[in-house]
């Protein structure tokens, strides 16, 4: 079994950070990926948040990623882990195709995002849906867009697009939100904002791009169509975080929450750094910042600079 001084689970924007700053600080250092190195930034049409780039495609931000990478010398080894344990001082990651083991792991996997799971929405994703508003929401500017989910997600993307697009409507499946109380009426102070509950999206219309969504009253059955250019389905996240198999590492909600500046698990040598932490707001540079914290964290695990 080979074994590393440090193994990082995932290879987006946390992962590459933290693997190049260990690479050059002299740490055996590992990144494993189970898809595209890069990571979600892949399936984002366009980045232009993101600074030294005016506007760059998601993929080729990943392929920048990747090349640094590369450039550092840092191993890359193609499998998605199946399984994380710890066995005295070692951790054992389990792998489809092989098994390795780490004095330190850094947990970089991300979220996926929860889909509504109707049809066309594949379809019509980059073509009219968006699972982030903060990424995507200004090439909806001036147009109707909807946002759909009842937590603060949902509430703080719905006031950002009210302030750039011509109408937000707002639906959520429940009569209460699951979401802050002060959110809601600071949504509702906006003059082209309208919340409507309890209603759930039953159709997506539209031909190459979407045009319009039939929602429906979860209580009266009553349907409606609403014109808009833009849907934002915020219903939750899923954290791929279910190959974590030691206890007392993972939340109620399989998000892994770190000590603040050292992004340290309750679990000694155990990091985590990016999406998969509990927060609201998720993006490149947050898990980047993340990443650089865990690095110097985990030199100090190791007894390095
Ligand atoms: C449509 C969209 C547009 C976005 N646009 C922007 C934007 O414009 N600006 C911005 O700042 N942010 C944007 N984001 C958010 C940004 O992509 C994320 O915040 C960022 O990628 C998080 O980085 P990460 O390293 O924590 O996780 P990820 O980028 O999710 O990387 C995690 C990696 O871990 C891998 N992995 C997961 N499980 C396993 C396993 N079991 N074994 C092996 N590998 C595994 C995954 O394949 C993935 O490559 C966007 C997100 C979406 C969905």
């Given at each position: 079994m080979r074994t590393f001084e440090t193994i990082i689970i995932g290879a987006g924007p946390c992962g590459i950070r933290t693997a190049i700053i260990l690479k050059n600080a002299g740490v055996d250092v590992v990144i494993i990926e189970g898809s595209t190195p890069g990571g979600k930034i892949n399936i984002a049409p366009r980045v232009d948040n993101y600074p030294g780039y005016k506007m760059i495609s998601g993929p080729d931000l990943a392929v920048e990623f990747f090349t640094r990478l590369n450039a550092a010398s840092v191993e890359m080894i193609g499998d998605f882990v199946t399984s994380l344990t710890k066995n005295d001082d070692l951790f054992i990651v389990?792998?489809?195709?092989?098994?390795?083991a780490a004095k330190t792991v850094l947990i970089a996997s991300g979220t996926k995002e929860k889909k509504l799971a109707l049809p066309?929405?594949?379809?019509?994703?980059?073509?009219?849906?968006?699972?982030?508003?903060?990424?995507?929401?200004?090439?909806?500017?001036?147009?109707?867009?909807?946002?759909?989910?009842?937590?603060?997600?949902?509430?703080?993307?719905?006031?950002?697009?009210?302030?750039i697009a011509r109408h937000v409507y707002l639906i959520h499946r429940r009569n209460e939100f699951r979401g802050n109380r002060k959110l809601v009426d600071e949504l509702l102070t906006y003059p082209n904002a309208t919340i409507l509950t309890p209603y759930i999206p039953i159709e997506l219309i539209g031909g190459d791009k979407l045009e319009a969504i039939k929602i429906q009253n979860v209580e009266t059955k009553e349907e409606k169509v609403l014109h808009v250019q833009g849907a934002f389905p915020l219903v939750g996240q899923i954290p791929n975080s279910t190959f974590v198999k030691i206890p007392g590492v993972l939340d109620e909600w399989g998000t892994i929450p770190v000590e603040n500046k050292t992004k340290a698990t309750k679990v000694a040598g155990l990091f985590a750094g990016g999406d998969i932490l509990p927060r609201d707001v998720r993006q490149i540079y947050l898990a980047e910042v993340d990443g650089m914290m865990a690095a110097k964290a985990i030199l100090a695990y190791l007894g390095k600079n």
């Open positions: 389990q792998c489809e195709n092989n098994i390795y066309k929405e594949d379809k019509f994703f980059a073509h009219g849906i968006s699972y982030c508003a903060l990424c995507d929401g200004h090439f909806y500017k001036g147009q109707d867009i909807l946002i759909i989910g009842g937590g603060n997600t949902a509430l703080k993307e719905a006031i950002f697009m009210a302030d």
